[in-house]
C-alpha cells in the first residue's frame, strides 16, 4: 500500500499542477457526460490558462521578492525565525508521512461529503491538498500519531470544502467565474478576520465612507486610476522604496522603471489569463450543473480551483502590492515579533483575493482587513514555528545555513494552524473530535441555511444593494 502511495503522490510531484490539472479536468468532465472532443479541448484550455497565470505571477513573485530583499535588507532587521516560503512548505507537507496519504484521504472525504449531500464542492486542486497534509504533519510532529495526522488532515479537507461552498456564489458573482468555488485553505482563512474587522469598520463613522473599489479609483484619479497605470505607480513607489540608496543613480532607476513596468503587466495580464480559463471552464461548468440536475434537482456542483483565479482582479493586486512594505514595516514594530519575511511576500495578493467580494473590492477596505490578518499571522507563525521546523527535519528538509527555526506565511501565518496545533496540545484525541464537532456544525449549518452564512460572505445581496453606499449592512 504505501508503496502504491508513494507512486502515486511521486506522479503529482513530477506532472505539477499545470499538467495534473487538465488531465484531472478531462476524466470529470467524461464523467460528467460532456462529449471527448470538447472535453479535451475544454481541459487543454484550462491548462494554457495556468501556464499563463503561473508565469505572470512569476514575473511579479521575482520582482516582489526583489524589493522585500532590498526593503529588509535596508531596514538591518535581524530576527530568529526565517520565511522559507510556501515552495518549501508544500515540500515539507509532501514529504511527510501524512504527505504520502493526503490524496487518496481528501479524495475519499469529497466524495463522502458529496454522497451525503453535505458539499457542492468537487475539489480537483489535488496539488494544494498539501494545505492539509501539512496541518497533518503539525499534528504528527507535536503526538508522533499518524493516525492523528491524518484525522487531522482529513478534517481540514472537510473545512476546504466547506469554505469553498460557503464562498462560491460570492466568488462567482464578484470575479465574473461561473460554475467554481475555491477551497483552498490559506485564502479562505480570511473570512472570519475579513467579516469581522469589516462590520467594525461599518460602524466607524467616516471611515465607512471611504471608497476605493476600482470604479471609484477610475472616477477620481482619471487614467491614473487604471489598473495597468495604478500598477505602473505602485511598482515605482516600491522600487522607490526598495532601491533609493543605490549608490548607481542611474542604475537605481532603471531598475525602479522595469519594478513599475513589470507590476504594470502583471495588472493587464492577469485578468486576460483568468478570462482564458474562463472559457476552458464554460462546458466543465455546464456539464456539472446539467449531470447533478438530472440527478438531485435543481441543485449546483462548483469545480473547485486554486485561488490563483481570483488574484488577476485589480483590487486583490493592488491591496497586496501596498500590504508588502506594511507587512515589513509590522515584522519591525510588532512587540515579541521574531519572524523576518522574505520567500513569501509574494503570496500576499494570494491571502487578500478571498476578501474582496465582502469588500466589493474595496481596496481600503482590503488593505485593513490584510494588516489585520497578517498581524495575527505574524503571532501564529511565532507560536508554531518549533512544531514547523520540527516537521520539516522529520521529512529531511535542510534548513538554510544559520537557521534554527523557520516559518512560511503560507501556511505558518494561518489562524487555522494554531487553532489545530491548540487544541490538539491541550486535549489530544478529544481536541481532534472537539474540531470535528465544529466543522460538521458548521457544514450543517450551511446546508440548512446557505443564505444566512452567504449574507455574511457577500453584502452584493439584494439586501445589501438597498443599503445607501457606506452605510452598515443589518
Known sequence: MDGLLAGIKA??????????????????ALVLGTKPGRAFRAAV???VAFIGINLVLGLMFTNLADVAQSIVTNSGLKRDIVDVGWPSAAAIAFGSSVGLWIIPVAIAVNIALLMLGLTRTLNVDIWNFWHMAFMGSLVVALTDSLLMGLGVAALM???????????????????GIPGVSVPHLASAQILPIAVIVNWVIDRIPGVRDLNMDEKAIQKNFGVFGEPVVMGLVIGIGLGLLAFWNMADTSAMIVKVLHTGMNLAAVMLLLPRMVKILMEGLVPISEAARNFVQSRAGNKD???GLDSAILIGHPAAIASALILVPIAIVLSIILPGNQVILFADLAVIPFLVAMAAPLVNGNVFRMVIIGTVTLAIGFYVANATAPLFTDTAVAASFSLPEGTT???????GFLWISWVVVKAVEWAGALGILALGVVIFLCIFSFKKNPLAWQKLADIQTEEAKKVPAGAPAE
Open 11 to 28: 506522479v503529482v510531484d513530477g506532472l505539477g499542477p499545470t499538467v495534473l490539472l487538465p488531465i484531472v479536468i478531462f476524466v470529470i
Open 45 to 47: 484550455t484550462i491548462g
Open 157 to 175: 479537507a472537510a473545512l476546504a470544502l466547506f469554505f469553498g461552498d460557503w464562498t462560491a456564489k460570492a466568488v462567482q458573482r464578484f470575479y
Open 301 to 303: 456542483i462548483h469545480v
Open 405 to 411: 527555526l523557520i516559518t512560511s506565511v503560507v501556511d
